[in-house]
């Protein structure tokens, strides 16, 4: 994984009139003059658990306390996926939103349909850039180094523990696995001792089993795609087979159910107390720690032929078919959302891992640490991190990696599927080469 480039330079487009737009962007005292208010729109996603509509609507009514000349309307979009598809038919209504939020991994593919005006192009501004941890502008640089998005409601794969289970099998409350093969251990452990009904559980379902397959080859030494370029995957290299028969060993020792486990309601099914650990977002932290009634953990996921997982979650874009002060406007509520005050807010309401390093040191986040140090993890283990899979045409590839792991996990051969897979991936990309 490349380091963040230490410069970041437009590709060319001047920001003709943005100086304009700075000076109607500034507050002159009292109320802004009904014909200087900027409307602008603001599409987000919720794919956690949690009542975060709510808390997204108490930032925009900060955001206006701020901005008496700009007026934004935050509008709930359902999942990513949703979310994007309301992005693109806006778009092609001749309406996009100023700003949104979308996953990371869609950078490339954004900047390739011209959906999104990357936000180094707009603004060139190093300190605040350089301001976010490295392992998250990895999904937020584009290939040529200009700032493409800014990271918002970011994320890593971590491992959910039951502590009351895993004292009723005998097993040390305080000490989770640090590898695949102890998980093993601990799971069969699980299911011959105490009441749960599975040991371990890995969600499979849809793009969400595409990314914890991600976090398996991580683990051996296989990274899905090359950032560098975002034209080249590596989906049958042998450690991603062997992931892939590892997750699939799991079923066979019957650790987790048959087929697929569902990735929105296993959090639920865990804080219900029948499973003893669980792979998923640190996203999902604060809906488990609300629905939980028992002691959990939150441990970095075990580790294979070493430690690993890849980044997630949504960056903030501003679209593209916009004027240049809506555009200056979106750049205003990107950077109050990604201020290490609202940051600090959002990580302790969402679960997410606040991109940068000064909102941890932020109420609330710095008295919620200390009380409840599990939300840190996730942030702990961005050092053995990869950039998501976030190729030209991703939600393409996605569904490729994605719909190869559920035929294994329905009983279809690893190698085989992972070949193929690679087959129909490379053929989607080469038009990019």
Known sequence: MSDRPSSFRARGKTAAGLAA???????????????????IDFYYPINV???????????????HEEHEDI???????????????SVQAATQAGNPPALTVLLSTDLLTLDDQNLITPIGEIVDDEEWFGSFYD????????????????????????MYWNKELF?????????????????VEYAEQIQAQSSAQWGVQIPSTGTGGGWLFEAMAIQNGVVLWDPETGTDV????????????????????GLEPEGLVDWGTLPNEFASGGTGMIWTTT????????????????????????????????NLYVMEGISAEEQEAAVELARFLSSPEI?????????YVAPLEEAWETEPLASYVEEFPEAMVAREQLPVAEPELGTFRRQEIIDIVSNAVGSVLNGADPEGTLQQAQEQADAVLEEYR
Request: glycine letters at 12%.
């Open 21 to 39: 737009a700075a000076l109607l962007l500034t507050s002159c005292g009292g109320e802004a003059e009904a014909d200087d208010v900027i409307e």
């Open 49 to 63: 658990g949690g009542p975060l509509e709510s808390v997204v609507d108490g930032f925009i009514e900060q955001f």
């Open 135 to 158: 392992g998250f502008m990895a999904n937020s640089v584009l290939p040529d180094g200009t700032v493409g998005a800014i990271p918002f409601q970011r994320s890593t794969i971590v």
């Open 234 to 253: 590596n989906l049958d290299e042998p450690g991603a087979v062997t992931a892939m028969e590892n997750w699939l060993q799991l079923q066979e020792l």
């Open 283 to 314: 996203g999902q932290l604060t809906n488990i720690r609300d629905n939980a009634d028992f002691d959990f953990g939150v441990a970095p996921l075990p580790a294979q032929q070493q430690p690993g997982s890849p980044t997630g979650g949504g």
């Open 343 to 351: 940051q600090a807010e959002w990580t302790v309401a969402s679960g």
């Open 167 to 183: 004292e009723e099998a005998g097993l040390d409350p305080e000490n989770p696995p640090a590898t695949w093969d102890e998980m």
């Open 71 to 85: 007026r934004v309307t935050p509008v709930y979009s359902g999942d990513y996926d949703q979310t994007l598809s």
